[in-house]
C-alpha cells in the first residue's frame, strides 16, 4: 500500500471576468491567499455599457447562448488570452452571475478552452447580488465537461465581496486545496516498492512500476488508494 501520496509541484490558474469589479476584488484576495497565475477575461468590443438598459447586453448575449450552445458564433469574442489550461492542475473560475447564468464572455473562454482542461481539478466561485448559482454551475459543467469539480462552489453575493477573506480561507480548506497543491509529503517504500496507477476512469497507466516519474500533471488512483496528484 502507498500511504502519504500528495501533490507534486501543482500548478494553479485562476481565470475570471468582472464588470462591476465585485470578481476582480475576490479575486484580488484569493491571490493572496494561494500561489496561483491570474488570467482576466475581457470582451473585445470595448466600452460596451452591459448596465444600460436592465443589463440589456447581457440579456441578449446570454439569449444567443442558451439559443444555440453549442455555435461559436453564439458567444461574444474576447481578447486573446495566452495561457495553456493544460500546463495547470488545478484551474479556479471565478464568475459573475448574468441572468441566473455565467456571464457570457468567460462563457466564450471555457467554451473554446473547456476541453483542455479534461481530468483538471476545477474550483468555482460565483459573485451574484441575490440569486442563486445553480445556472451558473450548470453553464460551467457544461463547457468542462470532464473536468473535476472540487465541492462546494463558493457563492458571494455582492454585499460580502469587501469582507470574503475569511469566506475564501474557509472555502479553501473545504476543498481541500492544500492537499490538492502540496508537494510529496511521503512514500512508504517499505509498504509498497511497486506502483500500480490507474487513471478515474479506471485506465491502468503503469504497473508495478519502481518509479512514478514518467506521469504528467494529473490526478490517479495508485494500488487502489485515494487519489494523489502526480507531477
Keep these: 500500500m502507498v500511504i502519504g501520496c500528495l501533490a507534486i509541484n501543482a500548478k494553479t490558474l485562476i481565470v475570471y471576468y468582472s464588470y462591476t469589479n465585485n470578481v476582480r476584488q475576490i479575486v484580488s484576495e484569493l491571490s493572496r491567499q494561494i500561489e496561483a497565475d491570474v488570467v482576466e477575461i475581457e470582451p473585445a468590443e470595448k466600452g460596451l455599457d452591459y448596465a444600460a438598459d436592465n443589463y440589456a447586453i447581457g440579456s441578449a448575449q446570454i439569449g444567443a447562448i442558451?439559443?444555440?450552445?453549442?455555435?461559436?458564433?453564439?458567444?461574444?469574442?474576447?481578447?486573446?488570452?495566452?495561457?495553456?489550461?493544460?500546463?495547470?492542475?488545478?484551474?479556479i473560475i471565478a464568475a459573475p452571475l448574468w441572468w441566473s447564468q455565467m456571464a457570457a464572455p468567460l462563457q466564450t473562454y471555457l467554451f473554446h478552452n473547456g476541453n483542455a482542461m479534461a481530468g483538471k481539478n476545477i474550483g468555482l466561485i460565483v459573485s451574484s447580488a441575490s440569486s442563486g448559482i445553480s445556472g451558473?454551475?450548470?453553464?460551467?459543467?457544461?463547457?468542462?465537461?470532464?473536468?473535476?469539480?472540487?465541492?462546494?462552489?463558493?457563492?458571494?453575493?455582492?454585499?460580502?465581496?469587501?469582507?470574503?477573506?475569511?469566506?475564501?480561507?474557509?472555502?479553501?480548506?473545504?476543498?481541500g486545496y492544500a492537499t490538492l497543491t502540496s508537494g510529496i509529503d511521503r512514500v512508504n517504500h517499505e509498504a509498497a516498492t511497486d506502483f500500480t496507477v490507474y487513471t478515474l476512469s479506471g485506465t491502468q497507466l503503469l504497473y508495478k512500476s519502481k518509479t512514478l516519474d514518467s506521469l504528467q500533471a494529473g490526478i490517479y488512483i495508485i494500488n487502489g488508494n485515494k487519489t494523489c496528484l502526480s507531477r
Excluded: C
Design 66 to 91: 442558451k439559443n444555440h450552445p453549442d455555435d461559436s458564433s453564439s458567444y461574444p469574442a474576447i481578447d486573446p488570452v495566452n495561457v495553456t489550461p493544460a500546463d495547470y492542475d488545478t484551474i
Design 136 to 175: 451558473v454551475e450548470a453553464d460551467a459543467k457544461r463547457l468542462i465537461p470532464d473536468g473535476h469539480f472540487l465541492t462546494p462552489s463558493l457563492w458571494i453575493r455582492s454585499s460580502q465581496t469587501s469582507n470574503a477573506s475569511s469566506m475564501i480561507e474557509n472555502w479553501l480548506k473545504e476543498i
